[in-house]
């Protein structure tokens, strides 16, 4: 498999090669320092730039800056940054093949902030600024930069994170680091917890944020005072765009794509109704005003009124699929009040896609022998509409407030048919399932960065409320026994009803659930520097407190023919058979499914602590290290059997942490570090609930469920990282890194040994997971001159994991991998743009190993997704300064989605193994205009 992917790499660098010697130029580079002109320190995060040009670069820790692939000319070099008076530099020359070298100081400017106009702020956004980030950072961190994500055309977080080192992406929407399950990651939408619409993950579902919006994303994989414990694998923090003062933009993106095997098909749905072209379709399938519990206390003729107050959308509706629509506007902006300056970022996208995917489905007794096999035909219309609105003031002294605003509102309306047979064999089925989910997430923050006037203390604070909701109306599931039909006899359908009065929302019934969560945060951090023995040692303390509040609810009813009934309705088809004619004492009965667990609340209270001490021993070892302090309780309470269960679980931990670094020279250090953290169970882990799994034809119980008395444990991780980083140039990156963590009763998903197939959550007893990393940004021009505008970005993780199951799991591995855990992630990619950027060519592959999906036991073996490799292409083209083309191809390969069992039991898993569920994704194809009122600068006059 290693070999597989390494040769497809090269082959990529092959192609794309030949158009880097064709299209080079002659080009130089700019290179110097500039110092504060009263103290002589380095002036970090200015801004050089070369006028007319989009050419500029960052100032790093020690006032240094670079800008590389110059064309040859005369420029005019403007330095500015906050509280300095800016400087312009006529007359600098570049030449081909050259380094000219351009130092010199800035004065301050002891202006007060209402006197003069801001002149700039330091911008976050760009490859050179993200890297010199990555590089200050006092724990092991990866990025990528919006200047990145425009040359991959992703669009949205989820296809972003992807790009960064060892991470990889579950179900389009939830991410693994290093290899490691979605539990075990954290993620922070700009410094405060991100909020979760999931009912049944503990992740954040980053297809909510489209790419467009992001400054960028940046992965913790240490633990640190100042973050936060829960997480093992990284810590995503995804940053929005911020407001660029003294510049106004207003740009547009609308793109179009083609998917293969979908757009221009067959597609099914249900009824449509008002609002669901913008996602707002779940209103409108709600259970009607005022429906009681239908309980047996009911006579028939006030259960039938009830009954046929339900909406008939049984029916299936053929339409074409149309090509995906993608569409983003965003504005930047400053607005005048009085004498203050505040900088403004508006945005708004909208996206209608679609997808038909032709699933195979089978199932396998315990010797690994077919025993049910279905194929299903699933069409799925995916809307998404969000806005964002930033508003940003600079206080004087470099301090700053910020008020941020993201909302975001998806929609999912999906037809499944799926054919087959099970019982080995005995039983022709077809079922249906049809189902509408609404999605809303928002989130507002309010956030100040402040300064003493000595520059020694800073303190900064972040105020966070978050809102998500997921409305699931009327998933509709009902199947039928099929007898096949013969040339004189048609096929006759009928349909798999219960008993009278049995309700079996599973093949005759429909389910309404709603869950909501409100999230209320506050992150505060105050450092403070002091002299030491000749050091200026920073001593840092902070605070964060979260509550998190959820309420979830569902009502499921189930059709049952009564005992008086016409057994010939039940050969109706899907449209037709539950039509309100059809409910009565001759035809069909509702009855409702009054189990308590279809409901839960819960609410979740954190507050943590921490203090951090900065310790420079020399100019080049540094020592970062402190302790958090968190205490936590969570609090769920339902019913079970018809009595209510509470379940309060306080935990208190200490996580100490030591980060120590090495400055071998200007480019190159060591890291070395340790940290403690943990992982806390999910409510919907932990609720007394089950559902049905449509998709794997399973049950999914919480843990309390099944073990009402005893809650799960929150694991504890030690984390341990040895880490190399060389940095050739401030826009260029090689690092080479080793890791272990060692885990304390870690939670995984596993099967539940009953009659039918099921899964819960459960602690192993320990587990370890140890590997290598190698990340390569790099410009190729160091293999031949011709090469100096394509640039190479890459990375490898090998993990090697092993859990220790312990009591309450039965599997004929009981050292088998963790759960979720994949053993290789390799990421590559290839730019090319020629100097002016007038064209930007991006080639960009990934690969992850077999990773297990859900824990197996010794009667039912481990559920795998095999390794699938993509290749992505993309081709931008700016054809005026306001106007730019991108065309893209996505899974070139277009390899199956393939998830198995090793029923073999030899820990191998292969193709050959029996699959549970595949399919193709299809290649997907996209053309798209960006236009822009910024003018793009003219080409520099030798």
């Not at 794309?16 to 700019?30: E, Y």
């Not at 293999?783 to 993990?799: M, P, Y």
């Not at 191998?908 to 822009?932: E, H, V």
Request: glycine content about 8%.
């Amino acid at each position: 498999m290693q070999n597989t992917a390494t040769k497809a790499f090269f082959v990529l660098l092959l192609c794309v090669t030949p158009a880097g010697i064709v299209l080079a130029q002659s080009t130089g580079r700019i290179e110097g320092t500039y110092k504060d002109a009263k103290n002589q320190e380095g002036v970090i995060g200015g801004t050089v730039r070369l006028e007319n040009t989009t050419f500029a670069a960052p100032t790093d820790e020690k006032g240094h800056y670079l800008l590389t692939n110059v064309p040859a000319g005369t420029y005019t070099v403007i330095i500015s940054s906050v509280s300095y008076k800016p400087l312009t530099v006529p007359k600098v020359v570049v030449t081909a093949g050259k380094t000219t070298v351009l130092d010199g100081k800035l004065d301050p400017d002891n202006t007060q902030l209402g006197e003069v106009s801001v002149s700039g702020v330091r911008r976050t956004n760009t490859e050179v600024s993200v890297i010199n980030e990555i590089r200050q950072a006092n724990v092991v961190v990866s990025g990528i930069s919006s200047e990145q994500i425009v040359k991959t055309q992703d669009r949205d977080a989820a296809e972003v994170v992807r790009r960064i080192p060892g991470v990889t992406v579950v179900d389009n929407r939830f991410i693994q680091v290093r290899g490691l399950s979605d539990r075990y990651n954290t993620v922070w939408l700009n410094d405060v917890t991100a909020p979760s619409s999931e009912t049944d993950r503990k992740s954040f579902s980053f297809d909510i944020v489209p790419s467009s919006l992001i400054d960028r994303v940046l992965v913790f994989k240490d633990p640190s005072p100042e973050l936060p414990g829960d997480f093992a694998g990284g810590l995503v923090k995804v940053y929005l765009r911020k407001p660029i003062f003294n510049e106004k933009q207003f740009t547009v993106n609308y793109s179009s794509g083609y998917r293969q095997g979908t757009t221009g098909r067959d597609f099914f749905t249900d009824r449509p109704q008002t609002g669901d072209a913008f996602g707002f379709g779940a209103t409108k399938r709600d259970l009607p005003n005022g429906m009681p519990p239908l309980s047996t206390a009911y006579q028939q003729y006030e259960r039938d009124f009830y009954a046929k107050q339900l909406d008939n959308n049984f029916g299936i509706f053929k339409t074409k699929a149309m090509p995906d629509m993608r569409f983003n506007a965003a504005y930047l902006t400053q607005i005048k009040l009085g004498e203050l300056e505040i900088g403004s970022v508006s945005s708004v996208n909208y996206t209608n896609s679609y997808t038909r995917f032709g699933i195979n489905r089978n199932q396998s007794d315990a010797s690994g022998q077919r025993t049910d096999q279905f194929r299903d035909d699933q069409s799925t219309q995916n809307i998404r509409l969000g806005a964002i609105q930033n508003f940003s003031l600079v206080l004087p002294h470099g301090g700053r407030l910020e008020w941020r605003n993201l909302y975001s509102q998806q929609a999912r309306n999906q037809q499944v048919t799926r054919d087959g047979a099970d019982d080995n064999n005995v039983l022709n089925r077809r079922s249906y399932l049809q189902g509408y989910q609404g999605r809303t997430t928002y989130t507002s923050q309010v956030a100040g960065t402040h300064k003493a006037a000595d520059e020694k203390t800073s303190f900064d604070w972040v105020g966070g409320y978050g809102y998500s909701a997921r409305n699931e109306p009327d998933l509709r599931r009902l199947s039928y026994q099929i007898t096949p039909g013969t040339d004189n006899s048609p096929e006759i359908q009928t349909a798999l009803t219960p008993a009278a009065g049995q309700v079996d929302v599973n093949n005759a019934g429909r389910l309404y659930q709603k869950l909501s969560e409100h999230t209320f945060t506050l992150n505060a951090n105050l450092k403070r520097t002091v002299d030491v023995a000749d050091r200026k040692v920073e001593i840092g303390a902070g605070t964060y407190l979260e509550y998190r509040r959820r309420a979830f609810r569902a009502r499921a009813f189930g059709y049952s023919l009564n005992s008086g009934g016409m057994q010939g309705l039940k050969n109706e088809n899907v449209g037709n058979i539950f039509s309100p004619q059809n409910i009565g004492s001759d035809g069909f009965r509702v009855d409702e499914d009054l189990n308590s667990t279809y409901r839960y609340g819960a609410h979740n209270e954190l507050e943590a602590f921490y203090l951090s001490l900065n310790i420079p021993f020399t100019d080049k070892l540094k020592l970062v290290t402190g302790a958090r302090y968190e205490r936590n309780v969570q609090f769920i309470e339902t019913g079970l059997n018809g009595q209510p269960v509470t379940q309060r679980t306080p935990t208190n931990f200490v996580l100490p942490s030591a980060n120590l670094s090495y400055n071998l020279n200007a480019t190159n250090l060591v890291r070395a570090s340790y940290g403690r953290s943990l992982n806390r169970p999910e409510f919907r882990e932990a609720a007394p609930f089950f559902y049905y799994d449509f998709d794997f034809n399973a049950l999914n119980y919480g843990s309390l469920y099944l073990n009402p008395t005893t809650p799960l444990k929150v694991a504890s991780i030690d984390n341990f990282d040895l880490r190399y980083e060389w940095y050739p140039t401030p826009g260029e990156l090689v690092h080479i890194g080793a890791f272990y963590k060692n885990f304390s009763n870690p939670i995984e998903n596993t099967v539940v040994l009953t009659t039918n197939l099921a899964y819960t959550f459960a602690n192993a007893s320990s587990a370890y997971a140890y590997g290598v990393e190698l990340d390569v940004k790099k410009n190729l021009a160091f293999v031949n001159d011709a090469l100096k505008n394509l640039s190479v970005v890459g990375n490898v993780s090998l993990i090697k994991s092993q859990v220790t199951l312990g009591d309450g799991f039965v599997s004929w591995n009981s050292k088998r991998a963790l759960q979720g855990q994949s053993p290789y992630v390799y990421n590559g990619g290839l730019y090319f743009n020629t100097p002016d950027n007038s064209w930007q060519v991006t080639a960009l592959y990934n690969v992850f190993g077999p990773r297990i999906l859900f824990a197996g036991s010794d009667q039912y073996p481990d559920v795998v997704e095999l390794p699938r490799h993509t290749i992505d292409l993309s081709l931008t083209k700016t054809i005026t300064p306001s106007l730019s083309f991108n065309a893209g191809v996505q899974d070139l390969l277009n390899q199956r989605v393939n998830l198995v069992q090793d029923y073999a039991r030899d820990g191998k898993y292969t193709a050959a193994d029996p699959s549970l569920a595949s399919y193709r994704r299809g290649t997907y194809y996209t053309l798209g205009l960006r236009f822009s009122l910024q003018p793009r600068p003219a080409t520099p006059v030798p």
